[in-house]
Structure formats: C-alpha cells, structure tokens
C-alpha cells in the first residue's frame, strides 16, 4: 500500500524568500505524485503533477518539483513566495492496485511581509 | 463546467439530528470521492463510486454514516444520527480516473457543525 509523509505541518516564511515543502511516498509500485493547494475556505486545486518522463514538473505560478526516486521523495519547492501563496499544500501518490489518491496531512505555508 | 457543486455550504445541526450532504459531480468523471477534513485526522477517504456502483467504503466511520449515488449526476452522504464528533469539512470530488492521473477535482466543501 501507498502512503505519503508531509515532514512539516507548518512552514512560516518571509516574502520574496525561497521555500520547500517536503514529502516523502513509500510505494512498492510505480506511482503517480501530486501536489494539490487549498486556499481559505476553498476546496483542494491540482498544482502539479508527475506521471512519467522529465522528473521536474513545474506549475503555472512558479512552483517546482521533482521526482526523486532513490530517496523517494517529491518536495515542491518555489525560489521567491508571494503572500499569496499563503495556502495549505497537500502531497498525494496513487499507484499500483490501490489507485485512488492518498494524501498527506497537508503542510500549511505561511508567507508574511 | 461549473466543477463539482457541494450542497449546503455551512450546516449546523443539534446533536441527534439526521443530516444530509449533496454533490454534483463532473458530467462524464465516472468516479466520486467523498472526503472529510479535520485538524486531527486530516483528509480523510470515506467512500468512492465508480460508475455510480460504491467500490469501497471502507472509510466509513460508523454505520451513522451512508452514500448513495443514484445517477450520474447526484451523490449524497448522510449522517444520521448526527454526534458533535461528526463536525467536519465534507469534500467531494470527481474523476475521470481512479488513479487522478487527469487530476481529482474538488467541491468547495459542506463545513458541519454539530452542537
């Protein structure tokens, strides 16, 4: 079975400064990896996703990140923040017989002038 | 497409009482999750329909709790009675797929008091 770690509940940081938000999967099949934000009040929008091929995706507001397989790990990262990035960012991975989507506790970003 | 439409937005009940949660999904997504958020457990996956045919329910807590998907377009979760440990967020959502490869889309989200 699939399961996804979030290794940090919350993340504070100043604006204009770089951020990365880890996750870590542990699979024994191939999967597929996502990273889903959700704003105030707002249900979970896709950001980005790896399927297969280039193991750096990139999202259209300027986050990244990137398929690392030997250490198991999808971390999203983004070189300068905006206060509105100010969101809870959940990693998921589906894969293998289970399929459906399995989500991480979520890492709430915090970003402040 | 308008997304997946939750009904009611906010709902607050007494403790005891039978409520009901409605979604709309995506013309043409085959499957629906429903979902619950809390601070302690997270997201939490209550139940999904494939085809409007419940494939797995395990996460559903308590036999209070009940989905029924009785055409394509319409779902509900119900909770009856209700216990203030029920409050939560309810989220939908819909796919075209099981794996989210094309991404699952979400419903804004039945926020529910139980007093």
């Known amino acids: 079975a699939q399961s996804v770690t979030q290794l940090d509940s919350q993340v504070p940081v100043f604006e204009e400064a770089p951020v990365e938000l880890r996750c870590n999967y542990s699979s024994s099949v191939s999967v597929y990896l996502f990273w889903y934000v959700q704003y105030p009040n707002q249900g979970l929008q896709l950001l980005l996703k790896?399927?297969?091929?280039?193991?750096l995706v990139e999202s259209i507001n300027g986050f990244e990140a990137e398929f690392n397989k030997s250490q198991t790990s999808f971390h999203l990262r983004k070189p300068s923040v905006h206060i509105s990035d100010t969101a809870e960012y959940f990693c998921?991975?589906?894969?293998?017989?289970?399929?459906?989507?399995?989500f991480g506790k979520g890492t709430k970003l915090s970003v402040k002038p | 497409d308008a997304g997946v439409i939750q009904s009611p937005r906010h709902e607050v009940t007494e403790m005891g009482q039978e409520v009901t949660l409605r979604c709309k999904p995506i013309?043409?997504?085959?499957?629906l999750f429903w979902y619950r958020q809390t601070m302690m457990r997270g997201l939490e996956l209550l139940i999904y329909f494939n085809n409007n045919v419940p494939i797995d329910d395990s996460g559903m807590p308590e036999d209070r709790f009940s989905a029924k998907m009785p055409n394509a377009s319409f779902s509900t979760l119900k909770i009856q009675p209700s216990e203030p440990r029920d409050s939560a967020v309810y989220f939908c959502a819909s796919s075209q797929l099981r794996t989210g490869s094309d991404g699952y889309t979400f419903g804004s989200g039945t926020r529910l008091t139980v007093v």
């Open positions: 790896y399927l297969s091929g280039s193991t």
């Open positions: 998921a991975v589906s894969g293998g017989s289970q399929g459906n989507l399995i």
């Open positions: 013309s043409g997504h085959d499957y």
